[in-house]
Each structure stands twice: as C-alpha cells, then as structure tokens.
C-alpha cells in the first residue's frame, strides 16, 4: 500500500489528502469491488477472505446444449470470452487458473536452475531471414514501422534469444546458460479451431538452453525431460511421451507430451506389449511379411496408387499399395520423404486428376493436364513391402497399366513411354522393404516385434528439441573453447584455424528449446477431464480449491469454516452470493472445484456435506475432521 499526497486547488486555498493506492496481485482478484450479476448487496467487505461475491464471474445469459464441448463449458462458466476469430479475453476465472499453471512452471523450471526473462513480442525480418525461416513461416503476421523496416509477431524466439546470448556471452566458463519465458506469442492460423487448442493469440512457456559441446547439450536435453515429467506428473492426468520429429525448428532429437483424447489433432502410436512410444511422423513398423498365398487368388486389381509430383513438377512419384479389401491406404509422408526428400508434401493427385493426366485423349485430358504431361521427364515408381510379388511384377511390367485398367480404362497411357522410369522396391540404406503405409492398429511393433501397435488421438502440449547448432551456427552465436574440449566433426573444422595445441578457438554454442503450450494445456485439460456436470480442474491448476457453499443463514458458519481451511494453507472461496443453493451448486459443478464443502440441512448437527466429483465422493464429515478430510481428497487431484 502506498501513500500519495493529493494537493488541489479551491479559491486559492490549499486542501491536502490521503490517497491510497493498492497493488491487486493475480491472487488477489478476489479483493475486486467489480459486478456480479448473482450481487444484490454492494456493500464493501473489509477483510481479506475471498468471497464470490467480490469475483467477477460474468456466468449469465448463455444456455448449456446438449453437445456443449469443454469450450463451450470454459466460455459459459466465465473463464474467458472471443475477442476476435482465434483470439480469446482471459477472464478473472481463467487468468486464475493461468496464474497457477504459471507458478507451477516456475516451480519446477526453479529446479533446472534457469532464470525467468521476457522477450518482445516483435521481432525483426532481418533476424528470421539470417537464420532461413523468414520465407519458409508462412502463419506469420507482418508489419512495417514508419520507416518501412519489417518486423513480426513473434510465434517463436529462437532468432532473438539466439542474438541475445550471442552478444552477451564470449566465453565457454560462462556456460551453461538456461533462460526462459512464459509470453504471448501469434501464428496466422488459417483455420483457427477448438477455442485455446488451437488460436492464432496465445501463451507458451519456452525454454532455450546453451552449451558448449554436444555431450553436456544432451546432458541437458535429459534433465528437462525428467523435469517435463516431474511437471507433467503433478497434473495427475494421464499423459504419453512420444519420440517425434522436429519438424520447421530443426535439430535431430525431440520428444512430445500429449494427452490422449479423441478431438486430439495427432496420431500417436503406441505397442501395447512394450514402451514404445512415437509420433505418427517418426514412428516405424516392424519387418513387413508379404503373405504366402495361392496366386491364383491375388487381384491386381486391388492395387491402388498414390501419386505426386517432386517440387520443381519434373518427376511424378506414384506409391503402390496393395489393399485385400481394395480400398485405398493412407500414405505416409515422412517414409516417402525420406527415400525422396524433393517431394512435394503439399500436393497430393487424386485419382480422378491422375486418370486425366494419364489419358492421351485431347478430348479427356485439359490443356492443364497436357501442360503436365510436357514438363514431367521422370516417373519413380515406389512399392510397398505388402505388395505381392505378383503384383510387383505386374507393374513393373505394365506401369500404370495396373491402375488404369482397374478404372475400365484397357488403352495404354502414355506416361509408359517415358523412358528415364525407375521402381524402388527397398530402403537403400538398410536394404529392407519399403514401408509406405500409415501404422494401423495392429501393425508390427519395431522395438518387440510383436502385432500390438495401436494408435490414439492426443493433444500435443509440451515438446523438447535439442537445436544442436541450427541457429547459432548461422547466427554466429560462438564462444571461445579450449582445443581440448573441442567434440567430434566440429574439431575437424577448427583443426586448421586452431592456434597451438592449448589455443583457444570459436566454436558454435549447442542450443535446446523446449515448449510448454500455457493456454494450450488449459483447454486440453478442461477437454480431458470435463463431463457432463462440467469442467474438473486437477488441485494445481483449479482457481479455487475448494468452495464453501452455505445455507440460509450460515454465512458467518461459512466465514469460519473458511479460515480453518485456509489456515491449514489450502485455497477455498466461500460462495456468499444472494442465489440458491440449487444454483450455487450447479454453479460450482460447471466451474470445477475440486472440492464442495456444503453446509445444508446437517448442519445443525455438526456435519457438513463434502463432494467430489473426480473421486465419486459426496459424504457427511465432522467439523473437527473436515480440513484433514479434505487435505486427504486434494492429495490425489
């Protein structure tokens, strides 16, 4: 609290005030004198307890439905409202419950030894374009000052805390270094969707280590995943930690946490016989086993053919399949990448458009498609392991002959006359057969060899990368490095430069960044564990623990059981607004409490009525047993 002198003026002579000014934390909120719509009474409260009455919950005016999802919950229980098309206002119930996971954040980032900083929101095209992602970013929002420079909302900081470290650290004995931030950043999603899963605004924990070889970088990229599943555990939530691919930030080596749910954007796959755990990007089968069986019963005809183009439009690339029901497979992306890396992932032929562009008919085929068929002078021909060699053969004889005389199309096609045709039938490097499916439930685990892949939908909420030097090298983010701890390929390039056998050389800092989704986690969380009732908020993230709900005439009963709770360092709030009980209890399922502690009919006879949804509590307690009753419940949310 601080004291202010207020001098005013009135016919020239001088009156004198004191003026107050309170400082309201996050976790004070609830000391607000803002409106209630469930407020009758208006007048001050002086103390601090924390009252529902003093909380602006804006919960009026919006009707549940029958497939009310967790946003909609969020929304009507008065955590937040749309601004904009994927841009939301938290409001004080969801700034609570951000409030809390923050803390939870710092808590265990405080173990890591890292120190918290907050980088701006905008950052310079100048640095996006020297580390190569200005032009590859296609969600950015872009802007010029007065003075035509260019500039972005930050989705991400790689290029400014790179810059930051750059210009402040010169010396290996000043590593390692371990920063981080809890801010807002943007991404022009093109289709926001799901409320906080997926906005175009929105708050993220990152993580940028730094060090000065490659050894003690995975020494570090090791203790933030042990401290992600400390984290992760507090949450008493399900979760999967899945090997994944890092995608536009680069690096070798990252590693996601999800939970499962069914409105989950990725596919994670799982064994069920052992640990194995992967992203739908990264993961692999087993050795595929082409089935032993009878010729006469295999049907060319139920080969089918995905195809595509390189990106220079040059080289068509078809995927060969073979389905027993003749229906299509879903190809996989990253195996057709890796044994060709110029594929063009973005466009995909459908069948239709393919039987076109093989067509030589002038009345069939547009002038689009003749265009086509001038610029291709490469067909590659991938076949998937499962493909019977019967059908490989076929068509490797008979190229696209195979597929379009499935499609009742019996004249030859003139992409057959293309002389520089090749067919892959194994992974080079390894020798096996191609694997150009999608896992499907299952398939054969690679860790155990066994038929028990399954897959799940899941939200990604936190992902670890070790960066290596992908920004730092191009950067030029360097410290000055005895000879003698110089590691691997990076000594082979400092070998010329080196300055005696105990010089000192510059070498590229080893960086990691790892993310934690803030407002991500918090609609993933209400998705998770919300029924029909309403939201349930795990202990460490609920805006309030435990809410008091007294009967008529018991207010001051409720004040008292207030503080025997809060002194024993739990957070309830007492719901003293002028509704009914029915209301208010509905109220406090639609808003997730962990914990509901009623003072109703048995009141009198010293019991209060404690509820818990999560753990199919709703029991009669003592006073005198009530606070460790309810530390016992709060001890497993």
Not at 427 to 453: F, M, V, Y
Not at 528 to 535: F, H, I, Q, V, Y
């Amino acid at each position: 609290m601080y004291s202010f002198r207020n001098i005013s003026r009135f016919g020239g002579s001088i009156h004198s005030s004191n003026l107050y000014l309170h400082t309201t934390l996050p976790s004070q909120l609830f000391k607000s004198s803002s409106y209630s719509r469930n407020q009758s009474n208006l007048s001050t409260i002086n103390d601090d307890r924390a009252r529902l009455s003093k909380f602006w919950i804006p919960t009026g005016g919006i009707a549940a439905n029958a497939d009310e999802d967790s946003h909609a919950k969020l929304i009507r229980g008065g955590f937040l409202r749309q601004a904009h098309t994927g841009i939301f206002h938290m409001l004080p119930l969801g700034r609570r419950v951000q409030d809390k996971l923050e803390a939870l954040i710092d808590k265990h980032m405080s173990t890591l030894g890292a120190s918290k900083l907050a980088l701006s929101s905008l950052s310079s095209e100048e640095l996006w374009a020297k580390s190569g992602r200005l032009d590859a970013s296609t969600e950015l929002f872009r802007l010029k000052d007065r003075k035509e420079a260019g500039y972005l909302l930050a989705p991400t900081h790689e290029e400014e805390i790179t810059e930051l470290v750059s210009n402040s650290v010169h010396s290996y004995k000043e590593l390692p270094v371990r920063l981080y931030q809890i801010t807002r950043k943007y991404r022009d999603e093109l289709r926001p969707r799901q409320g906080l899963l997926r906005s175009r605004e929105f708050v993220m924990k990152d993580l940028y280590t730094f060090d000065f070889n490659n050894t003690l970088a995975l020494s570090t990229y090791n203790d933030v995943r042990k401290t992600y599943k400390n984290l992760f555990d507090e949450l008493k939530i399900p979760y999967l930690v899945a090997k994944a691919d890092s995608g536009d930030i680069g690096g070798d080596l990252s590693h996601e946490f999800h939970f499962p749910t069914k409105i989950g954007e990725d596919n994670i796959i799982s064994c069920n016989k052992c640990d194995y755990v992967a992203n739908e990007e990264l993961a692999e089968t087993g050795a595929q086993v082409v089935n032993e069986v009878d010729d006469s019963k295999i049907e060319i005809q139920k080969a089918s053919v995905v195809a595509g183009f390189s990106r220079d439009g040059s080289t068509l690339i078809a995927s060969w399949f073979y389905s027993e029901n003749g229906g299509d497979c879903e190809l996989n992306i990253r195996s057709i990448k890796t044994i060709l890396p110029e594929y063009d992932s973005s466009r995909k032929v459908e069948n239709q458009e393919l039987l076109q562009l093989l067509n030589q008919d002038d009345g069939v085929a547009n002038k689009h498609h003749q265009a086509e068929q001038a610029s291709i002078t490469r067909v590659i021909h991938l076949v998937d392991g499962r493909v019977p060699p019967k059908v490989s053969q076929a068509i490797e004889k008979d190229r696209f002959s195979v597929f379009t005389k499935a499609k009742g199309i019996t004249r030859d096609d003139w992409l057959s006359k293309v002389e520089n045709t090749s067919f892959i039938f194994q992974d080079s490097a390894t020798g096996e057969l191609l694997n150009l499916r999608r896992i499907s439930e299952g398939d054969i685990c690679p860790k155990c060899q066994e038929p028990e892949l399954k897959v799940q939908k899941a939200i990604e909420l936190g992902h670890t990368f070790h960066l290596g030097t992908r920004y730092s090298k191009p950067m030029g983010a360097t410290v000055n490095l005895p000879y003698g701890l110089v590691e691997g390929t990076i000594k082979d390039a400092v070998n010329a430069t080196r300055s005696g056998e105990n010089g000192q050389v510059q070498v590229p800092m080893e960086m990691g960044c790892h993310g934690v989704g803030v407002t991500r986690m918090i609609g993933a969380v209400a998705e998770t564990l919300a029924d029909e009732k309403g939201l349930n908020w795990p202990r460490v993230m609920a805006p309030f623990e435990i809410v008091v709900v007294p009967g008529k005439g018991l207010g001051e009963d409720a004040l008292q059981i207030f503080d025997t709770l809060s002194a024993a360092t739990m957070d309830p709030v007492v719901d003293d607004r002028e509704v009914s009980i029915a209301w208010k209890l509905r109220d406090a399922d639609l808003i997730g409490y962990p914990v509901i502690v009623l003072l109703g009919r048995k009141w009198k006879d010293g019991l209060c009525e404690v509820q818990c949804r999560r753990l199919d509590v709703n029991e009669d307690v003592k006073v005198e047993d009530l606070k460790s009753f309810v530390e016992k419940l709060l001890s497993k949310l």
